[in-house]
């Protein structure tokens, strides 16, 4: 087992329509950065948080250039193209882990029966807020397993970094400054227990009482029960479908009330639980967002 678990990088979250992705997220309060195109036919507008975590809207935009680079083998449109086809063009459908050795980390996956398929070399222009722009490149391992067509999971080497310092990007006006936990759900966590052992690269695992929870370097990921879900989020989830699925995401941030008090005034309807705020699932937002104060 390694003696340091990959981090949380990103998660991909689905949506319809990058437009309103950036509406939504403006109105929970996320500074969202420019729009930006894959050569593959995706785009995306991400929120990047002061952890070195961020989220990633996924949009289509081109389909037929998503189609045709799916049929020739390109594991990321496919799992995307097959994410909207069963579920519909909003959601969350991958956890992503950074590594410094994706190469490493796509063998161990091979090994362990979990490989999603041929590794993805990538690079994409991005804008910063002054104008300026950088080449990102990116090298991705991708996970899955069969059980989960629903799900994957990638580790994502920088081949070119973004920017370590990207200042006014990481700022959001709901206080938010990183990710502390991500929450799945099935019927059955045990049966991923494995999956994600290997895909984290060793990470520690602690059970709970509906399920167990992934320690990474930076983040914990929960796999829970339908009840689970319930119990933490107020959020019914299916308990006749075995599969692995993405649902929530708590965020930390420093003043609670600096978050609830943005919401209100833009009319994000939220309910409260457990000294968290509970923002529902929404066009431009696949997944719940929960937000928490850290000290």
């Known amino acids: 087992m390694a003696s340091s678990p ?9 949506t319809a329509n990058i437009v309103l992705a950036r509406e939504r997220l403006g109105r929970l309060g996320f500074t969202v950065a420019a729009d930006a195109r894959h050569p593959f036919g995706t785009e995306n507008a991400c929120v990047f948080f002061a952890d070195k975590t961020y989220l ?3 949009g289509v935009a081109s ?8 049929r020739a083998g390109n594991v990321f449109t496919a799992r995307d193209q097959a994410y909207r086809f069963r579920l519909g063009d909003e959601g969350f459908s991958a956890v992503v882990f950074g590594s410094g050795n994706a190469a490493a980390d796509d063998e161990r996956y091979r090994e362990s029966g979990i490989s999603g398929g041929p590794m993805l070399d990538l690079s994409r222009p991005m804008r910063m807020p002054d104008g300026s722009e950088t080449v990102a490149g990116f090298r991705l391992a991708f996970a899955a397993d069969l059980r989960s067509p629903d799900f ?8 070119n970094p973004l920017p370590a310092d990207r200042g006014s990007l990481e700022r959001h006006e709901n206080g ?5 936990r991500v929450a799945t759900s099935t019927p059955q966590p045990q049966a991923f227990r494995a999956f994600f052992e290997s895909v984290a690269d060793g990470p520690m695992t602690i059970d709970q009482s509906f399920g167990f929870t992934v320690e990474a370097a930076n ?5 829970l029960t339908p009840e689970g879900m319930e119990a933490f989020y107020d959020l019914p989830t299916s308990v006749h479908d075995s ?7 708590l965020f930390k941030t420093r003043d609670l009330s600096v978050t609830s008090t943005h919401l209100a005034a833009n009319g994000v309807t939220y309910t409260r639980k457990n000294n968290r705020i509970l923002a529902g699932p929404a066009p431009g937002q696949g997944a719940l967002f929960a937000f928490e104060e850290i000290a």
């Not at 994957?152 to 081949?159: E, G, V, Y």
């Not at 983040?219 to 796999?223: F, N």
């Not at 599969?243 to 995401?249: C, T």
Request: aromatic fraction near 4%; charge should be neutral; charged fraction near 20%.
């Open 243 to 249: 599969g692995l699925r993405a649902r929530a995401i």
């Open 152 to 159: 994957f999971a990638f580790a994502c080497q920088r081949i």
């Open 56 to 58: 990633e809207p996924l």
């Open 63 to 70: 389909a037929s250039e998503c189609q045709a680079n799916a």
């Open 176 to 180: 938010v400054i990183g990710i502390a």
């Open 219 to 223: 983040a914990k990921i929960d796999v």
């Open 6 to 14: 990959h981090p949380l990088d990103h998660l991909v979250l689905p």
